[in-house]
């Protein structure tokens, strides 16, 4: 893999919006952004 590859991350919004309805997602969102993070300097925008 090429140094400048990034790695781009998609927020699984259909639980967050749709199964969930927007209420009590903050640890799913936290979980997110944790598990993104893993990603390092190799992060896209």
């Known amino acids: 893999m090429p140094n400048s ?3 781009s991350v998609k927020l699984p919004t259909k639980s967050i919006t ?3 309805r927007l209420a ?3 640890s799913l969102i936290d979980e997110f952004f944790h598990s993104a993070g893993q990603f390092g300097g190799k992060l896209g925008y």
């Open 5 to 7: 590859f990034r790695f």
């Open 24 to 26: 009590g997602t903050e």
């Open 18 to 20: 749709h199964d969930a």
